[in-house]
């Protein structure tokens, strides 16, 4: 990102936004009560409350020797942006032009042995670091803290983004950190192949962004997630650096590379990973099926799940998320094109629309398709074509743009995820809904929630939730860690992981240490006192 | 295994062990010069050297407080058979009757708070604690080292042999780690499941023991190594006990579970774990095919793992270990069906054999076995019928029960295993093979050496070496040595991991240094730490 282009209190780069659907601005209205004509968009950047930077001189001047002075930069554009990631709180600050804890400097290295002085002189000056990739964390994995030191820097990755190396033998691509995924996808593709990793950040995201926060992609059901794909990686920890041998399996104890994927810069930073990748696919095909209920569609995703019939992309929207897509959609829709009284005749009408997506050569597609639409008809599917399919590849990276657009509009809105066992599951997805129910609507405002399931697994799979209610100006920050707080609770009540793929960030500290227990955190921090004793590396993240 | 009918001296219990067959000992005598018609068989229980108990009387009061006196054992056939695992320096010191770093005693704890109950008084009294399963590790992992401790104990988790619980919609089963795998088989076959885990040392291993080691099995190449198939995962350790949910993904942080696998007993004891199960396959079939060289072989099993046309279980064997089978076959084996001279006119005469297996659905093993056949074909392969896998399958945990009828008749024979990417793996093969041959052959004496490809990956596999020469008494272990440290010295060398699949133990700590590096091992050393102060799990097991 061009710091000097960026939308540093939204998502991408201008003009890449898109506005309201007409839809949307209707379905508001109508099914909440919500006037969204009015629009209070952002503080401008001369507006910005930023302080002076706190690094010190010393510090500074060393970091220079290491980097080149161009490598430190302390300018208005650059610090802003780096304020904060994506979260809703994070937008709600950065529109309101409090960067109050903005990093003192932004600070890009060159190569890998850049980044350990770097450390060294950060270490030695007690000068916390926040490693920066794409700034894409939606759970304050990006916040500059500044722990107990007096100062930050954000350390960006910006510099490190080459494919160090592809082995086509072993169908392998050592890729440097700070590559972003189409460049890195780009490149592959010119050699025949792809990662295969699709976060819905996948336009801004990171390669290490991704490996350091466990990343999860549309498309990880079939080519599984980023941990799946690490066979070697290399991380610089200011007491030294890991370097973790390139093996497809081994015995040789705890698996070290398990410790460093989704470590979220807490340890060190992760300079490369060797990641497997693939043949770029000849076909893809994506394909709609009609489910009677959410919970009819989540037994056919089941039974996809463990017969081995899984497509690459599975997500399974709820009554309510299929209601509003399929408003959303308007005359385009399966609804409008099928006809509704059809589906009513069928029984469904009110039901669930499913999004199943085949990659691979022409064969294997539809052979793979076929298995996958004979399991999903065997448990109540209808197919309802290729059209709906296409609907979501075109708008599978457009919902950041669209928060932007509520957020202008007095809407609050966020996701939040998770994952569990297929017999947590139904319980998992009443408790949060329940939960974030309460929480928004205690008030009397009106609320609206969604779900859908996107990753499946054979015990298991995940639930990803967005939810809109009217934003009470001045005091959003307390609305939203109310349902945040509430959907958490439910979430470890009923069994489910705090977090499938957003990450643990700052966010989500609390639950970890509910979810791993006081043991699992001790150990945790047994290794980042061991990694970073000086206490330096992204401070206040994944353990308090 | 009851102490009083195991053999403590060698594998399993009489009269299991198997004659060694007639082609074995003209091989011997014909290929390597070696006498092999003289015994020298174990001393008897009677003789070995076993000195007194050194546990503390204290400590011996606490430990019968929590376990009963029934819990705490000290006769001489418990604590020789708990003397060492069953590595060749292992069964070399029992067969000498050497038991003078035999534990001090034998305690069974019945349940996990049990366990925990035994680590604090171990923890207190400095007692040093080594867990024990099936007691099959051939790394030197259950060898009864006392660390800084006075006296040490063999922690039998044979009272831990529960399913505790099986999940039939999420397909997974909750099993305490004492349970053996031929009876966590039987009772998930009765429900119509199955573990899908078949190592070679199946008949004793302990569910527990595999995910310590961080096993693999025969039909991992299918169903996933162990740690593939955890989703949870409680261990008690000194400090608290760790106890990970059972989900099938999350991001997050760091995944726990992969540290407590593979922890082979020195962070502290796996007392249950929640594991992937599968149906019950309704069909099996194993095949043999042949390729021309080890070489060709090796690219045709690429093509499987790339292509995603891999088997269940996948096995290449090179030209020494086709030529010593088929000879060991005779005139049962597929020389002799086929006709050499039918094999030599199209070129597989002095070639390989690899033997390919699939399980499932009738349905699904032929759609299957056609795609592999046909994969093969296209790399070279000649399809000899499902006569050598019948015999692979009546073989598969043979060979511990041979090697105790070679070592008894002089012969030094041992196994080792790396895994490494497919670019890495023919400098691998060829780098290991050249060191054990220049090692076992310094003074002139005779080396077999034999590799088996067992287990494929998209980015690589493992191989598998046995190896044979002529033992000088007296001087065996020397010999071992000599061979072990050329052998792993030059898998490092080569990009291989010191183990996919047999562990560290205390044999392999010093190459774990170099494969994870100081820092890895100072992160493993700080999780130790934390998990275990008092420095009592299992000394001198997986870091120095």
Redesign the interface.
């Given at each position: 990102l061009a710091a000097d282009r960026a939308r540093w209190w939204g998502w991408g780069e201008p003009p890449a936004g898109s506005a309201l659907p007409l839809g949307a601005e209707a379905l508001l209205r109508e099914d909440m009560g919500l006037d969204v004509s009015v629009r209070t968009p952002a503080v401008s950047l001369e507006e910005v409350n930023l302080p002076d930077s706190a690094l010190p001189t010393s510090a500074r001047e060393a970091l220079v020797r290491v980097v080149g002075e161009e490598g430190v930069r302390e300018d208005r554009p650059e610090r802003v942006l780096r304020a904060a990631g994506k979260s809703y709180p994070d937008l709600l600050r950065q529109r309101t032009g409090d960067c109050s804890t903005a990093p003192d400097a932004v600070v890009a290295p060159r190569t890998a042995a850049e980044v350990a002085a770097v450390l060294d002189v950060c270490a030695a000056a007690g000068v916390a670091v926040v490693p920066f990739g794409g700034g894409t964390s939606v759970v304050g994995g990006v916040e500059p803290l500044r722990g107990a030191c007096g100062s930050v820097i954000s350390l960006d990755l910006e510099h490190l983004d080459r494919i160090a190396a592809v082995?086509t033998?072993?169908?392998?691509a050592r890729i440097e950190s700070g590559l972003r995924l189409p460049a890195a996808e780009a490149a592959l593709n010119a050699q025949g192949l792809t990662l295969g990793h699709f976060p819905q950040s996948y336009e801004f995201a990171t390669v290490g962004g991704c490996v350091a926060?466990?990343?999860?992609g549309q498309a990880s059901t079939g080519y599984g997630?980023i941990?799946d794909m690490v066979?070697g990686v290399h991380c610089v920890?200011p007491?030294?650096?890991?370097?973790?041998?390139?093996?497809?399996?081994?015995?040789?104890?705890?698996?070290?590379r398990?410790?460093?994927?989704?470590?979220?810069g807490a340890f060190g930073v992760i300079t490369e990973t060797e990641l497997?990748v693939?043949p770029v696919p000849e076909a893809r095909r994506y394909e709609g099926f009609f489910f009677r209920s959410f919970a009819e569609g989540s037994e056919a995703f089941?039974a996809l799940a463990?017969e081995g019939a899984t497509p690459d992309v599975a997500r399974l929207s709820d009554e309510s998320e299929t209601r509003v897509s399929l408003a959303m959609a308007g005359r385009h829709g399966v609804k409008a094109r099928m006809g509704e009284a059809l589906l009513r005749r069928r029984g469904y009408a009110d039901g669930c629309v499913a999004i199943c997506g085949w990659e691979g050569s022409a064969k294997e597609v539809g052979r793979r398709r076929a298995r996958t639409a004979r399991a999903l008809r065997a448990h109540g599917a209808m197919a309802v074509g290729q059209s709906p399919g296409r609907a979501w590849v075109r708008g599978r990276y457009a919902a950041p743009y669209l928060r932007d657009e509520l957020l202008d509009r007095g809407v609050l809105v966020e996701t939040l995820e998770t994952?569990?066992?297929?017999?947590?599951l139904p319980g998992l997805y009443a408790g949060v809904s329940d939960a974030l129910r309460g929480a928004l609507t205690a008030d009397g405002d009106p609320a609206l929630i969604m779900c859908h399931v996107s990753?499946l697994?054979?015990?298991?799979?995940?639930l990803y939730f967005t939810f809109f209610t009217r934003a009470h100006p001045g005091a959003e920050l307390e609305q939203w860690r109310r349902a945040k707080t509430a959907a958490s609770d439910a979430i470890l009540a009923a069994?489910?992981?705090?977090?499938?793929?957003?990450?643990?960030g700052h966010d989500?500290v609390p639950w970890?240490a509910r979810?791993?227990?006081?043991?699992?955190v001790?150990?945790?921090?047994?290794?980042k006192?061991?990694?970073d004793p000086a206490g330096v590396m992204n401070p206040g993240k994944?353990?308090a």
């Open positions: 082995d033998r072993s169908l392998t926060t466990r990343s999860a997630r941990e066979v920890a007491a030294g650096a890991l370097d973790l041998l390139a093996v497809p399996a081994t015995a040789a104890g705890p698996d070290l398990e410790l460093v994927v989704g470590s979220e497997r693939r089941r463990q994952a569990a066992t297929w017999s947590a990753h697994y054979r015990p298991g799979a995940s069994g489910g992981t705090i977090t499938h793929h957003h990450a643990i989500h970890l979810e791993v227990g006081e043991t699992g001790s150990a945790l921090r047994a290794l006192d061991q990694l994944l353990i």
